[in-house]
Structures are given as C-alpha cells and as structure tokens.
C-alpha cells in the first residue's frame, strides 16, 4: 500500500468526480393524480415497461397523461378451495361426506335427526 493511500476509507470514499461522467439517457414522465399534482419521474430510455400509475407524494394514485390507460388484462380465473375440491370428488362424494358428518353430529348431540337426503 503506498504512503498516500494510508488513512483513508477504502470502499467508502471516492476520489472520482463527475467530470467526463454521461449520464444514461433518460426520458421524463409525467404524472398526474386526481387532485392535479404534478410528478415528473426518470426512467432510462432503456426502460422496457413505462408504469402507467405511479404514487402521488398526497398518497393517492397518479397516471400518465400522454398516453392511454393499458387495456385491463384479462382476469385470470383463481381457483378457489370449492374449484379444487370439485376437481377431487364428485357431487355425490361430498354429498355423502356431508351426511356422514351431519350424522356423527347427531351422535354427538345425542339426538338421531332425519337425513337431510336420503342416501341413494
Ligand atoms: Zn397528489
């Protein structure tokens, strides 16, 4: 290590300037929120996706002005618990589950109920 460099923090300060230094190419989005506010963000020309909405300092939802709001995507379907269930069993499966457990209820309570179904 030579003299000059003892004593200082290596890693943490640099001695480089922004002289020469070109900054990337930016382009400069505007936004607006429901209430006027004005917000101007820079993304690099690079950027492949613009978002269309960006958060106001307000708190509430800005979108782009020069350009049209994205068409909604379509909704992917989410299977739900139900969905996956049916995918398992049949109708007459959970029917007969379901009556075995109204019937252990019964037990239970200790009172013998009519079947909601007869049982086929
Ligand atoms: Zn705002």
Known sequence: ???SMRGTRLGYLSYETDAHVVPAERQVIAYTCPVGHQTVVPFSVEAEEIPFEWGCRCGRTASRTDVDAPAAKPEKHQ???WDMLLERRTIADLEVLLQERIDLLHLQDGVKRT?????A
Do not use: D, F
């Open 115 to 119: 079947p909601l179904r007869k049982s």
């Open 1 to 3: 290590m030579s003299e």
């Open 79 to 81: 299977r739900s618990h």
